[in-house]
Antibody, heavy 121, light 107 residues
Framework: EVQLLESGGGLVQPGGSLRLSCAASGFTFSTYAMNWVRQAPGKGLEWVSTISASGSSTFYADSVKGRFIISRDTSMNTLYLQMHSLRAEDTATYYC??????????????WGQGTLVTVSS | EIVLTQSPDFQSVTPKEKVTITCRASQSIGSSLHWYQQKPHQSPRLLIKYASQSFSGVPSRFSGSGSGTDFTLTINSLEAEDAATYYCHQSSSLPITFGQGTRLEIK
């Protein structure tokens, strides 16, 4: 059974940094692209970032480009999202999601439970 | 950016009713359109991938159709547990985008 477990969320001041982690199990982590998707309170889903299976290619939404960095550690079966220069509008629940096929861009067939990031002074 | 527009935004329906939710893309995306269900305080769950392929474990009352710019999620014989928000999502081109969501309320 695929399991994705996010951690690292919390309260951070505007301009601060935070690193999210997503521990993966139940599948061959190195085979699939991985994604971060966020959801502001009471709002819809917003794609944040994708990393290829090898980790050599990364992609970002314009809203986070230059501030967030996605990475993965295959030895630890863990996905990361390093967030810098955080803004109030980054406040959201952040989900990690597994690609549903071997393509970089695909459906998201498994989701974690999410971790809440609150940016506020 | 490909904009996905869902309709309706909200629908109140009775059990056993048939429900249709549409998703229109601002440009052609082939069949790279996926549907998710999100219940309150839960993570999204994949229902339909690539427009019409049912995902493993999803009840057969959920089906999808369409290609190009117009897509449909159909729920046959609605059940009380189907109360949720439904999202479409396109993986055809960057940036990846989602529809705004359709909330289904069960009367």
């Amino acid at each position: 059974e695929v399991q994705l477990l996010e951690s690292g969320g919390g309260l951070v001041q505007p301009g601060g940094s935070l690193r999210l982690s997503c521990a993966a199990s139940g599948f061959t982590f190195s085979t699939y692209a991985m994604n971060w998707v966020r959801q502001a309170p009471g709002k819809g889903l917003e794609w944040v970032s994708t990393i290829s299976a090898s980790g050599s290619s990364t992609f970002y939404a314009d809203s986070v480009k230059g501030r967030f960095i996605i990475s993965r550690d295959t030895s630890m079966n863990t996905l990361y999202l390093q967030m810098h220069s955080l803004r109030a509008e980054d406040t959201a629940t952040y989900y990690c999601a597994k690609a549903g096929t071997l393509n970089w861009f695909s459906c998201f067939d498994s989701w974690g439970q999410g971790t809440l990031v609150t940016v506020s002074s | 950016e490909i904009v996905l527009t869902q309709s309706p935004d909200f629908q109140s329906v009775t059990p056993k009713e048939k429900v249709t939710i549409t998703c229109r893309a601002s440009q052609s995306i082939g069949s790279s359109l996926h549907w998710y269900q999100q219940k309150p305080h839960q993570s999204p769950r994949l229902l339909i991938k690539y427009a019409s392929q049912s995902f493993s474990g999803v009840p057969s009352r959920f089906s999808g159709s369409g290609s190009g710019t117009d897509f449909t999620l159909t729920i046959n014989s609605l059940e009380a547990e189907d109360a949720a928000t439904y999202y479409c999502h396109q993986s055809s081109s960057l940036p990846i985008t989602f529809g705004q969501g359709t909330r289904l309320e069960i009367k």
